[in-house]
C-alpha cells in the first residue's frame, strides 16, 4: 500500500513500507518548492526536507498513529474495515480523508481514488439514532462511504452543519463539528465541559462555539470544530504527536515522555513568548477548575499554510475533580506534583519560572482575578454537577489566598 499525505491541496509525501512496523513518511520534493525548506507545516517534529533521517523513522510512525481513535471506537472500526490492530496505513487509507487538521490520506493505487466528497443530509431523528449508537457507526462514518478519524476515547460523532442542517460526511468531506451524547454513568458531563469552554472563552483562550443542543430530546454537546474555519481544514498536530509521545504516554506518570515544560520548550523553539504565556493562563484555568485530564492530546498546535506555528485553543476543558472515580491526580504534574487538592499558586508559579516565564506572579493573580469575575456571572447548566459553581470558586480563593486548592 502506498498512501499519499496531501497537506494544503499539495501532496507533500507518501506513507510507504511492507508493512506496519516498517511503513514511514517519504516527502515529495515538490512539498519543499511550495512550503519551502525545512517547513514546519505538516509538524514540528517532521520538518519538509528532501531526505527525512532514518533514525527519526520510529518518531513519524508513531505521529500518524496519533491520528487514530481509541477505545472502544477503534476496535469497531478496525473490525468494520478488516484491518489488524497496529496497522497505521491501513486504516488511514480506509479513514484518513477527514482527520485532526488538514491532513487528507488516500491510497494511491485505490481506483476509485480521488474520492468526490459529499454529504448525506441528517434530521434530527437521524442526528439522535446515530448519538445513541456511536458504536454501530463509530464517529458517524456512514458504511463504505465515511473516512473520517479523529482521536480520543469518548464516544462521539463528526458531522458537518450546512446552511443549518446537518449532514454525514462521505468521501472526504471536511466536518465541521463534533458532537458528545450524554453518558449514561456520567450525565452531567457534557455540561460541565460546557461550562469549562465557557469559561475558557471568556478568558480569551478559546473562539470557537460550543453548546448544549437536543435531537429529538437528546441533549448533546455541540463543539465547533476549531480546526475548520470557513468550512475549510486548518492543520494542527497535538502535543504528543509534537514531543513523539504514543497513547497513555500522554500521562506525564506513565514513561515520563512529557510535561508542562517540554510543551512550554517546544512553544518557545517554534512559536513565541505570547504563546507561552497563553499556555500558563490555560494552565491556571486548568488547575483551578479542576481539569485533571488536561493531558498533552488535550494540548496543540496550529499550522496554517504559511507555515507559522502556534498555541492551539484551550478544548476538552472539563472540570472532573467532583467525579467519584477520578484518583485526584493531575495528567501533567506541576512543580512536580500531581495531587490536585494539594497544590497552592506558589506550585503554579514556580513552574512557569521553570518554563523561562518571566514575572510570573502578576500573571498567575491576573488570570485567577479574571476567572474569579467570570464565574461569578457565568452560571453552569441546570443539568451541570450540582455544586460545580461553588466548587470553582473556593478553588479560586483558595488559591489567591495562598491555601491548598482542596483547603475547606
Given at each position: 500500500m502506498r498512501l499519499a499525505v496531501e497537506l494544503y491541496a499539495t501532496v507533500?509525501?507518501?506513507?510507504?513500507?511492507q508493512d506496519s512496523r516498517s511503513f514511514d513518511f517519504v516527502g515529495v520534493r515538490g512539498a519543499t518548492d511550495v512550503f519551502g525548506m525545512n517547513s514546519r507545516v505538516l509538524s514540528v517534529a517532521i520538518p519538509l526536507v528532501r531526505a527525512?533521517?532514518?533514525?527519526?523513522?520510529?518518531?513519524?510512525?508513531?505521529?500518524?498513529?496519533?491520528?487514530?481513535?481509541?477505545?472502544?471506537?477503534?476496535?469497531?472500526?478496525?473490525a468494520e474495515g478488516g484491518i489488524r490492530r497496529g496497522d497505521t496505513p491501513a486504516f488511514l487509507g480506509r479513514y484518513g480523508r477527514d482527520v485532526a487538521g488538514a491532513l487528507q490520506i488516500w491510497d494511491v493505487e485505490d481506483p476509485s481514488e480521488p474520492r468526490s466528497p459529499g454529504l448525506l443530509p441528517l434530521d434530527v431523528r437521524g442526528v439522535r439514532d446515530l448519538l445513541e449508537h456511536p458504536l454501530q457507526?463509530?464517529?458517524?462514518?456512514?458504511?463504505?462511504?465515511?473516512?473520517?478519524?479523529?482521536?480520543?476515547?469518548?464516544?462521539?460523532?463528526?458531522?458537518?452543519?450546512?446552511?443549518?442542517?446537518?449532514?454525514?460526511?462521505?468521501?472526504?468531506?471536511?466536518?465541521?463539528?463534533?458532537?458528545?451524547?450524554?453518558?449514561?454513568?456520567?450525565?452531567?458531563?457534557?455540561?460541565?465541559?460546557?461550562?469549562?469552554?465557557?469559561?475558557?472563552?471568556?478568558?480569551?483562550?478559546?473562539?470557537?462555539?460550543?453548546?448544549?443542543?437536543?435531537?429529538?430530546?437528546?441533549?448533546?454537546?455541540?463543539?465547533?470544530?476549531?480546526?475548520r474555519i470557513g468550512g475549510a481544514r486548518v492543520h494542527q498536530e497535538d502535543f504528543n504527536q509534537a514531543l513523539g509521545a504514543s497513547g497513555n504516554q500522554k500521562y506525564q506518570e506513565i514513561g515520563g515522555v512529557v510535561s508542562l515544560e517540554r510543551v512550554a520548550q517546544t512553544l518557545r523553539s517554534y512559536a513565541g513568548g505570547a504563546d507561552i504565556r497563553s499556555?500558563?493562563?490555560?494552565?491556571?484555568?486548568?488547575?483551578?477548575?479542576?481539569n485533571l485530564d488536561m493531558h498533552t492530546k488535550n494540548?496543540?498546535?496550529?499550522?496554517?499554510?504559511?507555515?507559522?506555528?502556534?498555541?492551539?485553543?484551550?478544548?476538552?476543558?472539563?472540570?472532573?475533580?467532583?467525579?467519584?472515580?477520578?484518583?485526584?491526580?493531575?495528567?501533567?504534574?506541576?512543580?512536580?506534583?500531581?495531587?490536585?487538592?494539594?497544590?497552592?499558586?506558589?506550585?503554579?508559579?514556580?513552574?512557569?519560572?521553570?518554563?523561562g516565564v518571566r514575572r510570573p506572579e502578576p500573571l498567575?493573580?491576573?488570570?485567577?482575578?479574571?476567572?474569579?469575575a467570570l464565574v461569578q456571572f457565568e452560571v453552569p447548566s441546570d443539568s451541570a454537577h450540582p455544586n460545580l459553581q461553588e466548587d470553582i470558586l473556593r478553588f479560586v480563593r483558595n488559591l489567591l489566598d495562598g491555601r491548598a486548592i482542596g483547603a475547606r
Open positions: 507533500i509525501g507518501h506513507l510507504e513500507g527525512l533521517p532514518r533514525h527519526h523513522a520510529v518518531r513519524r510512525r508513531n505521529w500518524f498513529g496519533e491520528l487514530l481513535p481509541e477505545g472502544d471506537q477503534l476496535d469497531y472500526m478496525l457507526a463509530p464517529l458517524a462514518n456512514a458504511p463504505g462511504l465515511g473516512k473520517s478519524s479523529l482521536g480520543g476515547v469518548q464516544p462521539k460523532i463528526v458531522l458537518a452543519r450546512i446552511d443549518g442542517g446537518w449532514n454525514q460526511v462521505i468521501g472526504g468531506h471536511p466536518s465541521t463539528h463534533i458532537l458528545k451524547p450524554q453518558l449514561e454513568k456520567k450525565p452531567t458531563v457534557i455540561f460541565d465541559e460546557e461550562y469549562g469552554s465557557r469559561l475558557a472563552r471568556g478568558l480569551g483562550l478559546a473562539q470557537f462555539d460550543t453548546r448544549i443542543e437536543e435531537f429529538d430530546g437528546l441533549p448533546a454537546l455541540v463543539i465547533e470544530r476549531f480546526d499556555l500558563a493562563r490555560m494552565t491556571t484555568l486548568g488547575l483551578a477548575i479542576g494540548l496543540g498546535l496550529l499550522h496554517p499554510a504559511s507555515g507559522d506555528v502556534s498555541l492551539a485553543p484551550a478544548y476538552d476543558v472539563v472540570p472532573m475533580s467532583h467525579h467519584a472515580d477520578a484518583d485526584g491526580k493531575l495528567a501533567l504534574a506541576i512543580n512536580k506534583k500531581y495531587r490536585h487538592a494539594d497544590l497552592v499558586a506558589d506550585d503554579l508559579i514556580t513552574e512557569l519560572r521553570v518554563w498567575v493573580r491576573e488570570a485567577l482575578e479574571e476567572l474569579q
